[in-house]
């Protein structure tokens, strides 16, 4: 596998709230791109993982940002990828944007507020349903 590093697409940041606001919305959205076969006819599949993480109070949003992590993996055209397969890509991800998350708010109110790993249990039936959309039109197309 080969990854390149997660970049910051966009973010926001307002530094003027003040830390006792309560926080009322802390939302972190996981969104996968999966690709057709790479076109030199190797079995290299081209993966992305967006992150989005808003938090608001009910005035305002104070936060916002947008990562993108991109992968290359080669995968044989018997083989599936495996719900437990994508979650790795999805918590390599959200590790590479906890970090880039420290980074954007160090010395400012929100420092104290981490980045919770994904949920498996919660993501496997989009991360399934993702796959499954896959094999049945993407790398359909890709094996053709």
Known sequence: MHEIPIEIKESFFDKSQKEEIEFYNDTLDYILGISPKS???????????????TISNRVAKIFYAKSVSYFSVMIPDDENPSVEFFYALISKSNEDFAKQFYNLVVGNFLESHKTPPPNLQQLSPLIQSCIDKWNMSVRKISMN
Do not use: Q
């Open 39 to 53: 076109p030199d006819g190797k079995s290299i599949y081209y993966f992305n993982v967006w992150i989005e993480r």
